[in-house]
């Protein structure tokens, strides 16, 4: 028992001490009149609106998708579901470069061919529309593990009640997987109101600008020690939206209704006539929502000139790739996150052995907090150097601000719900009897452990850290607002040169990512099968 | 060979008592089956023979040295015995030979010899053309051998069985019932087996431990058990008897608003009547419920008040369903005490 709650005091700390002293760094300020001042209101206006967007857009193609895909005999439905699934392995940052490319008023391949000021991504719309598409996943998953679960007898129940097997589908399926989908919506809420990338690309420099929170309290920690104190003020209120999110979700999600009987194999609904034409359209879809960025992104980074049809070059490619500054940060980003991944499955194995359902909540709450708020709460936690002081005698010395290892821990604590959630859902599946067998045999508690049960945990384990480096290689949010000037990780490099006018190049390393999630994609199928 | 005794054993789970003061001896060499329906603390029992779960108070002796009481606790890796699951629990990452290798690689013998004992292991079950198979590949019947095989390697004090056979098919069960008292005559090994089902227990045991509510209501041999249920609950649970509750006089008992003529005398409260004790043509009239063919014989179900009564007899009686049929008890056992289920 005393360890338990040393363990959890542990934990506790870790995952909220930074958010407490990011509080306290707010005490100060007055913050009514911060939260009601105009710049204040019009960031939450911008966050409300952006997200709100995003969660409507997630959710209208989220859900019927799902059905299509999870109910019906659609053509291609494993081709479009895995197109579906992956903007959610992406940084939105990419698509929101994407877009850039493809309807920047004055330069986009879009409005090239249909015009110039066709189209125009930048403000709230844009936003919303890119944050949505990168939202989809959200919904759309969540939905089809409800349409799966649904028994196959209670569709086949409104069959026998004399019901047309759409109307079976749209009576009963739909309903019961509808709590997934808005629970799932929420989330898309809450994704888009955490995003950072996406708004300060698409909102800052759009006229007239379009700020939100993310970015307001990005632009006042570059103001400094003043801007500091207004940011946390203003981390408090995104904070609060964030837990009131959460909570709507978890909500939501608790009338997700499992099936009871075994139920028999559930056929798909046919669609008839139908088929080929909505296989069409989700195809169209697709490719616009998904493919066309992603394209874009692919033809910035070997256009010559950006925003001009004048042949193919591979200058962007040979200077990043020559470039001491990208090979640099290319080692960084791999170290942090092989070390991320490392440390984030190991402490999830730990934590999640304990088998207690609240530690894994505790462990796993950081990564509810938004990026921005989680790297502020750090970078004022550890902004002076923390000492400890053992036994009056032995003093620690933790310098951490201003170094890579800041950055490490921020990835380590915003990511260890990965590795709590996988183990602790391994541990769940795993036989007990299994280890039981291994003591019986003669193991020791300890010898069990590694030769029973530890085998039994290889692929929770494994994707814990394939995600965990993956989602780390490519992070941005954190990575922008903690790593030391002058030094630099992918996420940062790829932030700099897309910010500071060198489209193509940023480009190439977009392009790289892509490559980098795309081929992780293909070394995960077989497993799953 | 080793014994194996509980002492005035009790465990509770929060404030739920699983098992209440319970003793029990079983000797070396013996098979004793705990019977009962679930949650009467069966597996409970074996699981704290095993050492997977401490008893709260009481003592644990196996082979005559006490494993588990007040100040001691050895280890289940440290008592010497051997389990079958109901999981099977054959561990998936190892193949057949490898899953039966492993007690005797955690004693550090040498190669030659781990392989030599665990062919003979396969052997006992009929599994050596298996052995290099992974145990994806294997049906439940043969991972089931596998775990007896990977329990009885390392020759255990005492093999533990918590209803190895309730996950098999019906054909399937007769066959590993089969092989297990085949095995048991071979060895000689100490057996405690956990099983719900009356069938398996009578045939494979020295004696049979009926639980019920955490308790042992009787321990004895099948046939004792079978012909001289010490309780109502023992009667109706292994001989399937009607447990009837009412007053006595003289030899008229009356219960549920009927009156039957009993055979012999004495004072009781409850009677059991087994179904092949239920005779039809005589007695007291009861109205038919149901008529079930069950191949050698007939089972009649009989309304009697808000109860069902049941009798099993040749299927020469042209009753139909709804008619009144006269009734009566050929032979019965009495109970001074209510019965309780």
């Not at chain 2, 079983?26 to 679930?38: D, K, N, R, T």
């Not at chain 2, 005797?104 to 392989?115: D, F, K, N, R, Y």
């Not at chain 2, 009677?271 to 191949?295: C, D, K, Q, S």
């Amino acid at each position: 028992m005393k360890r338990s709650l040393a363990l959890a005091l542990a934990v506790g700390a870790v995952a909220f001490g930074p958010l407490g002293v990011l509080l306290s760094r707010g005490l100060g300020v007055d913050w009514l009149a911060t939260w009601t001042s105009p710049p204040t209101l019009l960031a939450l206006r911008g966050t409300v609106v952006t997200s709100l967007g995003a969660a409507m857009l997630a959710l209208t193609v989220g859900l019927p998708l799902a059905v299509l895909i999870g109910r019906t005999d659609l053509p291609l439905r494993r081709t479009l579901q895995a197109a579906f699934t992956l903007p959610s392995a992406l940084p939105p940052f990419i698509l929101g470069m994407g877009w850039v490319g493809l309807a920047n008023p004055k330069a986009g391949l879009l409005n090239l061919l249909f015009g110039v000021g066709t189209f125009d991504i930048y403000g709230a719309g844009g936003i919303a529309f890119v944050l949505g598409c990168a939202a989809i996943p959200l919904v759309f998953l969540p939905a089809l593990a409800s349409l799966a679960r649904v028994d196959g007898a209670l569709e086949e129940a409104a069959r026998m009640s004399g019901a047309t097997p759409l109307r079976a589908l749209l009576g009963v399926s739909v309903p019961l997987a509808l709590p997934a989908a808005l629970s799932g919506a929420a989330l898309a809420f809450l994704f888009a109101a955490s995003a950072f990338g996406v708004p300060y690309l698409l909102g800052v420099t759009a006229t007239p600008p379009t700020p939100t929170l993310t970015t307001r309290i990005y632009s006042e920690v570059l103001v400094g020690s003043e801007g500091l104190a207004r940011a946390s003020v203003l981390s408090v209120e995104l904070l609060a939206l964030a837990a009131l999110l959460l909570v709507g979700s978890r909500a939501l999600a608790r009338g997700v209704l499992l099936s009871q009987g075994k139920g028999g194999a559930r056929r798909p609904v046919p669609l008839g006539a139908a088929r080929w034409p909505l296989a069409l359209a989700s195809l169209s879809v697709m490719f616009v929502l998904v493919v066309l960025p992603l394209l874009a992104v692919a033809l910035t980074s070997v256009q010559p000139v950006w925003g001009q049809f004048s042949g193919l070059t591979v200058k962007h490619w040979s200077s990043v790739l020559s470039n001491a500054r990208t090979l640099d940060a290319a080692t960084r980003s791999l170290v942090l996150s092989l070390g991320a991944a490392s440390l984030v499955t190991v402490l999830g194995l730990g934590l999640a052995s304990r088998r207690r359902g609240w530690l894994d909540t505790l462990a796993g709450a950081p990564y509810a907090v938004p990026g921005t708020v989680l790297a502020l709460a750090l970078l004022t936690s550890f902004a002076r150097d923390v000492r400890f002081i053992a036994f009056d005698r032995v003093a620690f010395v933790l310098a951490l601000g201003n170094t890579a290892w800041l950055l490490l821990l921020a990835y380590v604590v915003k990511h260890l719900a990965f590795g709590v959630r996988n183990a602790s859902d391994g541990f769940a599946q795993v036989d007990p009897s299994l280890t039981e067998a291994a003591r019986l045999s003669g193991a020791s508690p300890a010898r069990a452990f590694l030769d029973a049960t530890l085998p039994q945990l290889r692929a929770p384990l494994g994707a814990a850290f394939v995600v965990t480096f993956l989602t780390c290689m490519t992070e941005l949010t954190l990575s922008v607002l903690l790593i030391p000037t002058g030094r630099d990780v992918l996420g940062t490099l790829l932030f700099d040169l897309q910010s500071y006018a060198d489209p193509g190049s940023a480009a190439v390393i977009a392009c790289a990512f892509i490559v980098l999630v795309l081929l992780a994609q293909f070394v995960r199928r077989p497993k799953e099968a | 060979m080793a014994t194996v005794e509980l002492e005035q054993v009790f465990k509770q789970y929060g404030s739920t008592p699983v098992v209440k003061g319970l003793s029990l001896k079983v000797e070396a060499g013996e098979f004793l089956s705990l019977l009962g329906p679930s949650g009467c603390g069966k597996t409970t029992t074996l699981r704290m023979v095993a050492g997977l779960e401490r008893i709260d108070r009481g003592v644990l002796r196996i082979d005559g040295r006490v494993v588990d009481g007040p100040q001691v606790n050895m280890p289940p890796e440290r008592r010497g015995l051997g389990m079958v699951f109901q999981s099977y629990a054959v561990w998936p990452h190892r193949t057949v030979a490898q899953n039966v290798a492993y007690p005797l690689t955690l004693q550090g013998l040498g190669a030659q010899e781990i392989a030599a004992r665990v062919q003979e292991a396969l052997g006992w079950v009929r599994l050596q053309p298996f052995a290099d198979r992974p145990p994806s590949q294997l049906s439940g019947g043969q991972l089931q051998r596998v775990a007896i095989a990977r329990a009885l390697v390392a020759r255990p004090k005492v093999l533990l069985l918590d209803e190895p056979l309730s996950n098999l098919d019906a054909a399937l069960r007769e066959e590993l019932r089969g092989e297990i008292a085949s095995l048991r005559a071979t060895l000689g090994t100490t057996m405690i087996f956990v099983t719900h089902d009356q069938h398996e227990a009578l045939a494979l045991s020295d004696r049979v431990a009926v639980m019920n509510h955490g308790v042992i209501e009787q321990i004895a041999s099948p046939e004792q058990l079978y012909r001289e249920p010490a309780t109502p609950f023992v009667a109706s649970f292994v001989g399937g008897a009607n447990v009837l509750t009412g007053t006595v006089d003289g030899s008229t008992f009356t219960t549920h608003g009927e009156r039957f003529e009993l055979p012999g005398e004495g004072p009781a409260t409850t009677i059991a009547v087994r179904p092949e004790h239920v005779r039809l043509g005589e007695g007291t009239p009861l109205r038919l419920l149901a008529r079930l063919f069950l191949g050698s014989a007939v089972e009649y179900r009989f309304a009697l008040g808000d109860v069902v009564l049941r009798a099993v007899g040749p299927a020469v009686e042209a009753a139909r369903v709804g008619d009144h049929v006269r009734v009566g008890f050929s032979q019965v056992r009495r109970y001074a005490s209510p019965a309780e289920s």
